[in-house]
């Protein structure tokens, strides 16, 4: 945490992207998370991937819910409109904004308290709804706000700060989201920027319900030894199974290969996922094989990261809702209001 | 035998006493639609227990030319179809009243009452002569009865076949066997039954343009005329059938050339995603509603605060039914007055609009959007299972075409670009209303991060104890304003002038205006405010000033409204005496009346007349 405020004045050699924004440009305040928290890397990654992908930041429309994680709206596209929900809720209130303009981008903020336990059950059902939009969960396994109780993310047998051993199964909230039908599932670590910014670019640029896992360890409650959310397990036990790059447009590959190592999913905007695999058989398109590997590797104390699933012609709330192409905040009397001619003949029938 | 018969044209009420997924709500529909078609008002009520097949179900018809269209309590003619129910439902009936049943089985005579005069038809019998399927016998049992019925109180049989081509046309295939049961229930009843009863249907001309329809349709329809886009809800009875409506009449009236929809509807998983799903709605610039009843207002809580809070424009119909808890859920009440008045913690107060049957429900529920955008904050339609799931008699739908949606304050990247100072909770016009920006609208000006955790004008987090106050202050300011653009209250002055006044609202109104009328006949003189909207303006509170005391009439036990009215007009308890009904049943004039005639004997206010809830024409010859 800095109590300085951020200078105004930007260096005039600052890049800026194709539509002449900076880096800057999708900043927000300065963050009030303490020094080193993994959840200001993720903000960090987030401003990243924006700026990369030529987004006008007014355009996306940011939400999130209650807790640490959920503070980091602030920190972040502060020329996006930004909301701050209630706790475990904030789905819902994405839900409800993604109908009424299905032109913005939506990007949901949670944490492990705010998604696995007081706001499971919307979750579960904005993932099997198929919301267009990016959920991130900022997982450490604590609540952070509230010093240091175990979350539904922390793994059973592990150890809190005060020495305390968590006797519960642990949420997964990935395996959730495979059997709930989300379309573009990733996971990830804040410390880890190489991999984290290219998995929100492709869940930005997927037009279904994408969600990201970032681990992102509590430095001031969940960073200890026998804590299985911290820097260093993290790092010990984190095998990716794929590197991702997120392509716009089809380029040619320059880069060779060996042969099956790469693999590459069209979205349905157009964009091209590549994938470098480091894990031989997995692939990423099949979601029963993508389930089991996840059991295998928790089994294995392993961490999966990487692009997990992702289905590249996803379908999403609105198709299944068949709305109009036209945003439904943007119709106005004469698309909406029947009149006194329609009255008048519903009058007759009621007669 | 009885000694008397009750005697009365246009004026009484019939029971049907049913099982449950029988298939006789279509019947008795259409029987008391038939006497609406001669000309003469009726008022039905289901009377439904909390299952759905099975079980006990009645229908009620009050037949009634002078257009009382409450409920009145008592029944005069009972059609008893259901063997469960047999000895409550006899034991209602008013003496010298009419007792129909299926006499296909030998009942013992101590199972009868001998004020009462019987007819019977044996039901089962025709049916099982003239079907073999097990399930048109039930079904054609219904219009077999509604034939029979039609001779025995003259309702004319052309007005029954035409409303049966209305409801199978496009299904002819169905009119005919219909025709057939309808006659054969007639012709029975004209061979075998002395059709000379007392209680009788003449063709009138008492309503008018009138239309009959549930407030739940009327509010839905409300909501399409409102502009509502985004409707998120979870099934609760008695609320359901008005998110259903919506996606009846949208389907209807909000399908584009290319089959797409103008709409979204949403059955979320509970009431707390239904309200966030209208929250981020209204946030993002959709007209958004969610509809509920007492248990889902009770889990918005959380939400509803931060509506209040955020500013966020939202429209809550509620439909009342009986609690706490489940309470009785297939029953009325006006119960959740004072939980939507506060709804949520801190320091919330809500604006709450009470119709008082389906045209008012279609009015307010269309004005609520408009009061949603312009007010920024919740807006409840309070509702009630007796407004909202019985077809009511009602002013026709009206609507002005030059009306457009009052948007309210929502500032435009031109307003923006020239240069307009945006805060978004800045009160830059002293009504309280701030400024507001939709997600979207301008690359670098109008953005503003929205929490329901305290802020100064300019949307900024802060702690500050002034900027908090501040903020709350406002909140009062814009409370104030709602006084003004909320609908107005309706007084009725009595005939002479007087030093009482009666204060009621919502579907008390049918009740409470018959009541009135008794007892202005018996001398005892009220004017009477009609509440429709909360917070009161200051002809409420002007309206007890002036009187000595007043009553106020409530569907509830703990006098919600008038708690409303103590505490926020800072009016003398003293002078406000409640008048509560609250057994689930829908209130009656005969209530009313004699609440009100036995407060006022204490106060020795002696009437002119004797007072009669139950007017004496309506007892008299004698059963031959």
Known sequence: ???????????????????????????????????????????????????????????????????????????????????????????????????????????????????????????????RRGVNMTYIVENNGVYGLTKGQFSATSDRGSKSKRGAINADEAIDLVGLAMQLGATYIGRSFSGDKEQLVPLIQGAILHQGAAFIDVISPCVAFNNHEGSTKSYDYVREHNEAVNNLDVIKFRDEITTSYAPGTLQEVRQHDGSILRLRKLHETYDPTDRIAAMNHLHESSANHEIATGLLFVDGEPSDLHAAANTVDTPLNMLDNSALIPGSTALAKLNASLR | MSKYAIEAVNDFVIKFANVNGSGSASANTLFAKSILRMGVPVSPRNIFPSNIQGLPT????????????????????????????????????????????????????????????????????????????????????????????????????????????????????????????????????????????????????????????????????????????????????????????????????????????????????????????????????????????????????????????????????????????????????????????????????HVLLFPEDPYESFKFGAEAFNLADRLQTPIFVMLDLDIGMNERLCKPFDWDDTQQMDRGKVMTAEDLDAGKDFGRYLDVDGDGIPYRTYPGTHPTKGSYFTRGTSRDRYARYTEDGDAYVDNMRRLLRKFETAKDIVPKPITTKAAHATRYGVIYYGSTSPALHEALDILNEAGLHLDAMRVRAFPFCDEVLDFIHVHDEVFVVEQNRDAQLRTLLINEGAVNPAVVTPVLHYDGTPITARFIVSEISERLKTLHIAPLHTVHAIPTKRIGQEIK
């Open chain 1, 1 to 127: 945490m800095t109590y300085l405020a951020k200078p105004k004045l930007h260096h005039p050699s600052l890049t800026r992207n194709k539509l002449g924004y900076t880096r800057r440009d999708y900043e927000g305040a300065i963050s009030t998370l303490c020094a080193g928290c993994g959840h200001d890397s993720i903000s960090a990654a987030i401003i990243q991937a924006c700026y990369e992908l030529d987004l006008p930041p007014h355009r996306i429309a940011k939400l999130s819910g209650i807790g640490c994680s959920s503070k980091t709206p602030t920190y972040f596209l502060g020329n996006s409109h930004g909301f701050n929900t209630v706790h475990g809720r904030m789905p819902s209130v994405l839900t409800g904004a993604n109908l009424a303009n299905r032109e913005l981008i939506y990007l949901g903020v949670s944490g492990d308290g705010d998604s696995a336990s007081i706001g499971l059950g919307q979750f579960a059902h904005v993932m």
């Open chain 2, 58 to 349: 009645w229908y009620e018809v009050r037949v009634t030319e002078d257009g009382y269209l409450a409920r009145r309590g008592g029944c005069d003619f009972m059609v008893a179809m259901n063997p469960q129910t047999w000895d409550k439902d006899v034991a209602e009936i008013e003496s010298g009243g009419y007792l129909f049943y299926d006499s296909t089985r030998q009942m013992p005579q101590s199972k009868f009452r001998t004020d009462v005069h019987v007819i019977g038809i044996p039901l089962t019998e025709i049916v099982n002569a003239a079907y073999t399927d097990p399930r048109q016998r039930q079904l054609f049992k219904n219009i077999i009865y509604v034939g029979a019925l039609s001779a025995l109180l003259d309702v004319e049989v052309a007005v029954l076949e035409q409303l049966i081509a209305e409801q199978y046309k496009g299904k002819e295939k169905l009119l005919a066997p219909n025709i057939a049961a309808l006659h054969m229930g007639r012709d029975y009843a004209i061979t075998h039954l002395n059709c000379n009863i007392g209680l009788k249907v003449k063709r009138a001309d008492n309503v008018g343009d009138r239309i009959f329809v549930e407030g739940n349709s009327a509010a839905a329809l409300g909501a399409v005329y409102g502009g509502a886009t985004v409707a998120a809800w979870y099934p609760i009875t008695p609320s359901s059938s008005l998110a259903e409506a919506f996606a009846k009449h949208c389907k209807k009236f909000r399908t584009a050339e290319d089959g797409k929809a103008k709409y979204a509807i949403v059955q979320a998983e509970d009431e707390l995603a239904s309200i966030g799903m209208v929250i981020g709605a209204a946030w993002n610039g959709a007209r958004a509603f969610t509809a509920t009843s007492g248990p889902g207002i009770s889990l918005m809580q959380e939400f509803l605060g931060l509506a209040y809070f955020a500013e966020i424009p939202s429209v809550i119909f509620d439909v009342q039914r009986a609690g706490p808890s489940t309470g009785m859920p297939t029953r009325t009440q006006q119960s959740d007055v004072l939980s939507c008045a506060y709804a949520s913690h801190g320091d919330t107060k």
